[in-house]
């Protein structure tokens, strides 16, 4: 696909979920949501050759060895092929996507959680620490092209995680995040319809 056409998939799809904001954008830097252990900041990496794209295991997984049942839906995120899994309840649905995981082990957090809050166009907040470091970054960016979040940001039981879009599809396929598991907009945009608060979900 060429960048002007996702470029177009990826306006109509935020014009689809919200309508474009009016005026300009805040100018902020490219941020994202940390984790809630080390409450850190997932900054702009540098996609050089230290952070490689990933595709040789990206490949369709069964449900069965992860999970014991689908319901109310169920996502599997494979931090070593980069791919989130996603199943419906009834298992008619099946949907893989790359994502852009933690750029360490130590920033990943792996184990079981759910959907608990969906926004559709996010507001991105810098947590306490943060601002404390870097005082200079703003207390909030709104929904738009320099919102790290993307389009769409489904919240998890561990604070300050998100499954969300991202501004930057540079960082899909690669170890290039703070914690956060980045989707291509429209990526997201598909999974937010197809999920529900209370969708099981896990990280291996």
């Known amino acids: 696909m060429s960048k002007d ?12 979920s919200g309508g474009a ?6 100018a ?25 794209r990933n595709i040789s295991s ?10 014991k049942d689908t319901r109310n839906g169920a996502i599997l995120v494979d931090i070593t092929s980069r791919a989130l899994h996603f ?9 893989l996507y790359p994502t852009s995981v933690p750029l360490t082990d130590d920033m ?5 959680t759910e959907i608990t809050q969906k926004v559709e166009l996010p507001t991105w907040r810098p947590t306490p620490s943060m601002k404390r470091e870097n005082p200079d970054w703003p207390d909030a960016i709104p929904p738009g092209p320099a919102n790290p979040l993307g389009t769409h940001a489904l919240h998890l039981t561990w604070t300050y995680y998100r499954i969300h879009g ?7 396929g690669r170890r290039s995040s703070s914690g956060c598991v980045g989707l291509y907009n429209t990526h997201i945009f598909e999974l937010f319809a197809l999920t529900k608060v209370g969708t099981q979900v896990l990280l291996i």
């Not at 904001?21 to 805040?26: E, G, L």
């Not at 199943?87 to 949907?95: A, G, H, L, M, T």
Request: without cysteine; positive net charge; glycine residues 4%.
């Open 5 to 16: 056409k996702a470029d177009r998939i990826g306006r109509r799809v935020f014009l689809r």
């Open 21 to 26: 904001m009016a005026a300009a954008w805040i």
């Open 28 to 52: 902020a830097p490219a941020l994202a949501q940390g984790d809630s252990m080390r409450d850190s900041t997932e900054v702009e990496r540098d996609l050089s050759e230290a952070t490689k």
């Open 58 to 67: 990206f490949r369709a997984l069964d449900w069965a060895p992860y999970f």
């Open 87 to 95: 199943w419906s309840e009834d298992r008619s649905v099946y949907k």
């Open 108 to 112: 990943t957090r792996l184990g079981r």
């Open 166 to 172: 991202t501004h930057d599809p540079r960082k899909i």
